[in-house]
């Protein structure tokens, strides 16, 4: 299948310095892609250069083939045909719902039947005459979403669209906006800081981390086998702790030796983190202790608590009961086997 999205090797720098770095990565026909990262990584400039906001100074992006940017080409936003939704939606507030969405579409002799369409697909009928102050915060994101589907792009690109929706809407929503996304056909870069909203909608996520791309896999691929230790720490699912490998792929840590499995990929007498899951350590307040309670919240049925072992590497574990902060510990592994490790 060949790709609706084509970003080879793209680097953008703002006076000098370096915000987007070497990033590639393609999206085919009808599929959704998450790009994944903490505030300030780049998404928002990605988008901007995707969309022909910025111009890179490294790499080409092509859309269905065509190429839009590169250090010498521009093609200017609207001959693009990628329709956007702002972070903050930038609905126009003088605005009927019908006009907003209706926007893109002056001069389409079917301008309102297509409004039409899209006013019953985001479930907005009989809203098409208020204002965007007249309506609740998921309408107003199905008003923003249907106004960047009305001329049917090429590709859709979303910037966290639920910021602005109170939190216990926000999984609804996703999976309302992939249902009208996926049932029409679009592709979609949809950027976002929450990796539960990226695992629910995405068929392949990209983490970006200080501007460069880390990982781009499918929401199985990155959950189980994570390729990078920035991955492990941002999907908050494993522990890492550091040590150097020996010949034997083994990493001697303050809670004993690790076995990697992917050792052949790795460096002996490295610096190596490896990581390591909640349900593969055991915590206890036998001699001799290797660790100390640093806090300790009860979060209904456990305690989860932040632990400090060795040379100040800080561990996050479940326990049963509570325990004081400053409480010497000794925390094991108990698997020892099928572990990662990264390398720098
Ligand atoms: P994100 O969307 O991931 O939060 P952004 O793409 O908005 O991140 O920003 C990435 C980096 O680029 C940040 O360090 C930010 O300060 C910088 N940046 C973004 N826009 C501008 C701008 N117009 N001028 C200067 N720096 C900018
Ligand atoms: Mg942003």
Not at 30 to 39: F, K, M, T, V
Not at 122 to 135: A, I
Not at 256 to 272: I, M, R, S
Request: include cysteine; hydrophobic fraction near 40%.
């Amino acid at each position: 299948m060949k790709p609706v999205l084509n970003l080879k090797g793209v680097s953008f720098q703002y006076l000098k310095n370096a915000i987007i770095e070497d990033i590639s990565f393609q999206v085919n026909g009808g599929e959704i892609a998450c790009l994944l990262g903490p505030s300030g990584c780049g998404k928002s400039t990605l988008l901007r250069l995707i969309a022909g906001f910025e111009q890179p100074q490294q790499g080409q992006i092509y859309i269905h083939q065509n190429l839009v940017a590169s250090a010498d080409t521009m093609t200017p936003p609207q001959q693009r045909q990628v329709g956007m939704l702002f972070q903050n939606l930038a609905l126009f507030p003088h605005m009927t719902v019908n006009q907003n969405i209706g926007f893109g579409l002056s001069g389409h002799a079917d301008k309102q039947q297509r409004i039409d369409e899209l006013l019953c697909l985001c479930r907005l009928e009989g809203l098409n005459h208020r204002y965007p102050h007249q309506l609740s915060g998921g309408q107003r994101q199905r008003v923003a979403l249907a106004r960047a589907m009305a001329p049917k792009p090429r590709i859709i690109l979303l910037d966290e669209p639920f910021s602005s929706v109170e939190s216990e809407l926000q999984n609804d929503l996703a999976h309302e906006v992939k249902q009208i996304l996926k049932s029409q056909g679009v592709s979609v870069l949809w950027v976002t800081h929450s990796i539960d909203e990226a695992l629910a909608v995405a068929d392949h996520i990209g983490i970006i981390w200080q501007g460069r791309l880390m990982e781009w896999s499918t929401p199985t691929e990155l959950y189980e086998q994570p390729k990078s230790a920035v991955a492990v720490k941002f999907l908050n699912q494993a522990n890492l702790i550091s040590g150097e490998m020996n010949e034997q792929g083994c990493v001697n840590s303050t809670i004993g030796c690790l076995n990697l499995v992917n050792e052949d990929q790795l460096t002996p007498h490295q610096a190596t983190q490896v990581a390591i899951k909640q349900s593969q350590l055991s915590l206890s307040l036998e001699q001799p202790t290797n660790g100390v309670v640093k806090s300790c919240v009860y979060q209904g049925g456990y305690y989860a608590l932040t632990i400090d072992i060795g040379d100040k590497q800080r561990l996050k574990m479940h326990h049963n009961q509570a325990l004081k902060p400053n409480t010497a510990i000794q925390v094991k592994a108990i698997t020892n086997n099928g572990l990662y490790g990264y390398q720098t």
